[in-house]
Nanobody, 127 residues
Framework: QVQLGESGGGLVQAGDSLRLSCTASGGSFGDYGVAWFRQAPWTEREWVAA????????YTAGSVEGRFNCSRDNAKNTVYLQMDSLKPEDTAVYFCAAHGIRFTLQYFDDPRSYAYWGQGTQVTVSS
């Protein structure tokens, strides 16, 4: 059973950077693809980025492409989301999630693909 915990959120100004961390305990974290989602008040959960089990490839949503980057360090059981040039519309609770099937990123942008979720970390970007 993989357990996930996010950290690194906070209050920043537009144009600033933040790096979120998703640290895992239990299970074989290095076998699972991981995604980041975000959810602003009164909106649906939105997929942001995903990275495969080895870190060999990743995907980012069009709304954050060129500004956000996902990476991982399996030796530390941690996945990162580097967020640069933050905008007020990036304000949300950010969640990391591990895929329900090992060694795949099938349907990587669908939250139903993910079996393990963290509790979320708040990111607030002021204008």
């Amino acid at each position: 059973q993989v357990q996930l915990g996010e950290s690194g959120g906070g209050l920043v100004q537009a144009g600033d950077s933040l790096r979120l961390s998703c640290t895992a305990s239990g299970g074989s974290f290095g076998d699972y693809g991981v995604a980041w989602f975000r959810q602003a008040p009164w909106t649906e959960r939105e997929w942001v980025a995903a990275i495969n089990w080895s870190g060999g490839y990743s995907y980012t949503a069009g709304s954050v492409e060129g500004r956000f980057n996902c990476s991982r360090d399996n030796a530390k059981n941690t996945v990162y989301l580097q967020m640069d040039s933050l905008k007020p519309e990036d304000t949300a609770v950010y969640f990391c999630a591990a895929h329900g099937i090992r060694f795949t990123l099938q349907y990587f942008d669908d939250p139903r693909s993910y079996a393990y979720w963290g509790q979320g970390t708040q990111v607030t970007v002021s204008s």
